[in-house]
């Protein structure tokens, strides 16, 4: 390949240059060996023509990667995997939740609260040492999705009037703050705002190193949705098992019993989950 720039067409149909250095952190981050990240660079080169889109570089990469280290390539797939988690917005309140209970809070998923004014439905309610906070998942299957300004002025003003109710009841506990969680990003606007009323946010990659990626990698809690040693369609009957991540399926390998394998799909899928958790 000569040193045409050639233009990349991302998600959001912005247009950018594209960039080897760009695509080899992003397979790095994955934990794929130097060796590995140079042959799939090498490899994508000369397929690349202006215009194309930046989903059909991710799937080369992931192609070619995943014949090289599948735990690397499910690494390496994790926010397509968090939108394969949909249509319904559960299963991230699952992840969520999960998340929460590995920083130390006891979680409910799905919680009815009486308001000040009205009734809310809470996605996620989570404790710790005496005080509460009420969490609600902004789960979009729309890559290009942001959520702006509006949604944590909404999530906000139903948060105080919950607070009001839950403060003003007796309860023992501190109903303290609001959460903001979604799969996608943050408008600067909505990110301003939020910080000005103390409303906590989590998107893909803020707070910044403290993003729902580097969280998921911190924690392994990884979908069964990154898994590459099944199809979407076993992804599928699995979570219809409320199998929601790889964590929930090495503890019940029993769960695999059910998609009639044999006794060798069986291993190689334990195998990688295994690997994937760093059991």
Partial sequence: MDDKVVVVKKISGDLEPFSIQKL????????????????????IQPELFDGISSNLIYRKAFQLLKKYNRV??????????????????FPFERLISALLKQK?????????????????????????DGNVYTVECKFHTDPSAVSNVRIPLYINSRFLDVQKGWNNSGKKTHLKQGWLATNTRFTKDAID???CVNLTLLSWDYPP????????????????????????????????????????????????NHLD??????????????????F
């Fill in 104 to 128: 130390g809070y006891k979680t409910k998923i799905g919680q009815t609260l009486q308001g000040d004014c009205i009734t809310h439905e809470i996605d996620v309610l989570a404790e710790k």
């Fill in 72 to 89: 690397s390539a499910s690494k390496y797939s994790l926010k397509r995997a968090i939108f394969d988690l949909g249509p319904t917005g």
């Fill in 261 to 278: 394998f044999s006794e060798k799909q069986k291993a190689l899928v334990l195998a990688e989950v295994h690997k994937l958790c760093n």
């Fill in 24 to 43: 080899s952190r992003s397979l790095q981050n994955s934990g794929a060996t130097s060796q590995d990240i140079e042959k799939i660079v090498e490899a």
């Fill in 209 to 256: 190193n403290n993003g729902l990626k580097s969280n998921v990698d911190k924690y392994g809690l990884y979908p069964i949705t990154t898994l590459t040693s099944l199809t979407k369609k076993e992804k599928i009957q699995l979570m219809e098992k409320d199998i929601i991540l790889v964590k929930e399926l090495s503890k019940n390998p029993d769960s695999l």
């Fill in 193 to 195: 705002y939020a910080n």
